[in-house]
């Protein structure tokens, strides 16, 4: 498959915009690592949520068992402080589910915020570049020798502007009819050129 034109002007317009597309993806990838960082501050308040759930139930539980060993209202005491350290299991669990929906939202948004204009923009390329392999590559197949520029040259009478056609010859159509070579080489080259092909060279007249 021919993935760029052979004349210099396009070719050096197709690697441009490839390097550009690639320099818009590598942006907005950068774009979307940014966002996800930022949200994820958000988990400093979930995290010292956590830490201080963790405090809670780590001292009611230790004080409870050191309740515990007291005569006649120990274990009373140690029941009293175990319950109270589920205050400090509910605060762990609402910060850990604070920590993971922030990670959640953090991700989805840098996902969301890189994957759209990369998208909008790697679609139009890659349909440009394809249509442009696609169509070079088959008339490709057709250029051995001038004598194939015919068929370019009927195509540029029926595609190519009516401005351009006149520089070429006051009566292009006729010209091609007549088989006039000069003609249906410049016919062939205007056509190919819009396609980002190089012609082959104009071969001599025999005598």
Do not use: C
């Not at 509910?90 to 890189?114: C, F, K, N, P, Q």
């Amino acid at each position: 498959m021919k993935l760029y034109a052979d004349t210099p002007a396009r070719r050096t317009r197709q690697i441009v915009s490839d390097t550009l597309v690639l320099l818009w993806v590598g942006l907005w990838v950068w774009l979307g690592r940014q966002v996800f960082d930022t949200v994820q501050l958000l988990q400093g308040p979930a995290g010292s949520l956590r830490s201080a759930g963790q405090t809670v139930e780590g001292s009611l539980t230790g004080a409870g068992d050191e309740a515990g060993r007291l005569p006649l209202v120990g274990d009373s005491l140690r029941v009293w402080l175990q319950q109270a350290a589920g205050s400090g299991t509910t605060l762990r669990e609402a910060g850990t589910s604070m920590s993971d929906t922030v990670h959640t939202v953090a991700l989805v948004l840098g996902i969301v915020i890189a994957a759209v204009p990369i998208a909008l923009v790697v679609l139009v390329w890659a349909f440009v570049r394809y249509r442009f392999a696609r169509r070079a590559t088959t008339a490709q197949r057709f250029i051995d020798a001038s004598a194939d520029l015919d068929l370019f040259a009927l195509r540029a009478l029926a595609r190519q502007p009516m401005t351009a056609l006149a520089r070429i010859s006051d009566d292009p159509a006729g010209a091609w009819r007549r088989g006039d070579p000069a003609v249906v080489h410049a016919l062939g080259v205007l056509e190919l050129r819009s396609n980002g092909l190089w012609p082959p060279p104009l071969e001599p007249r025999a005598r």
